[in-house]
């Protein structure tokens, strides 16, 4: 598969803990970026981490990527009710000019 | 500023009936996308503009599925005698593409439903 796969597939936590979203993948790429969807709206871009970085902060969110491994993981802290949504990782691998692979996608639920 | 919109945000078509499908882009966006988001699943990627022309359709599932951009702004996607199967949202991207900028901007989509 071309695309990246997040695990877990659901995960749901209490307001104030951490959520770590997995993402994996098996073909070169030129960068990978986190997107986050709420119901019924758009994809909202979070943060991209190129093929030669290994770490990325951006406020409560931190991305690491290993391409030994061909992964990655996000990781967003304290997090509130408002984080409820899916969050989508998306592999740019440099060929189509910007073409995007999604995963299926993690369903974050963040209860008060 | 304005952000991507798509119209209309909902459509419910009769299997066999044509739709069209408008994204307005953030003015001055070179790169233009169009994926289609089955329930459930990740964005799927149809086509690709780069001002007024179309460098990439390989993800469009046949050929009932057009995409234009004819002025280079305005992108509309459309189905010809849709199907169940085409039930999907309709989602559209914008990049302004430099060098330095991959982020997509994304649209509300359309949630498309063939009855």
């Known amino acids: 598969s071309q695309q990246g796969e997040e695990d877990p597939q659901a995960l749901s936590i209490q307001e104030g803990e951490n959520a770590t979203m997995n993402c994996s993948y098996k073909?070169?790429?030129?960068?990978l970026q986190w997107y986050r969807q709420n119901s019924g709206r758009g994809l909202v871009h979070l943060i991209l981490?190129?093929?030669?970085?290994r770490e990325k902060h951006s406020g409560r969110l931190r991305v690491t990527l290993d391409t030994s491994k061909k992964s990655s993981s996000l990781l967003i802290t304290a997090s509130r009710a408002a984080d409820t949504a899916s969050y989508f990782c998306?592999?740019?691998?440099?060929?189509?000019?910007?073409?995007?692979?999604f995963g299926r996608g993690t369903q974050l639920t963040v209860w008060p | 500023g304005a952000g991507v919109s798509q119209s209309p945000r909902y459509k419910v078509a009769k299997r066999g009936q044509d739709v069209a499908l408008r994204c307005d882009p953030i003015?001055?966006?070179?790169?233009l996308f169009w994926y289609q988001q089955a329930l459930g699943q990740g964005p799927e990627f149809l086509t690709y503009?780069?001002?007024?022309?179309?460098?990439?359709k390989s993800g469009l599932p046949s050929d009932r599925f057009f995409a234009e951009r004819p002025e280079g702004s305005v992108s509309t996607l459309k189905i010809q005698r849709t199907q169940q199967e085409d039930s999907a949202v309709y989602l559209c991207?914008?990049?302004?593409?430099?060098?330095?900028?991959?982020?997509?901007?994304f649209g509300p989509g359309t949630r498309l439903t063939v009855t």
């Open positions: 991207a914008s990049s302004p593409w430099t060098s330095e900028t991959y982020e997509q901007y």
């Open positions: 073909t070169s790429i030129n960068n």
């Open positions: 981490i190129r093929s030669n970085e």
């Open positions: 998306a592999i740019d691998r440099g060929s189509t000019l910007g073409r995007l692979y």
């Open positions: 003015s001055g966006h070179v790169s």
């Open positions: 503009f780069q001002n007024e022309a179309q460098l990439d």
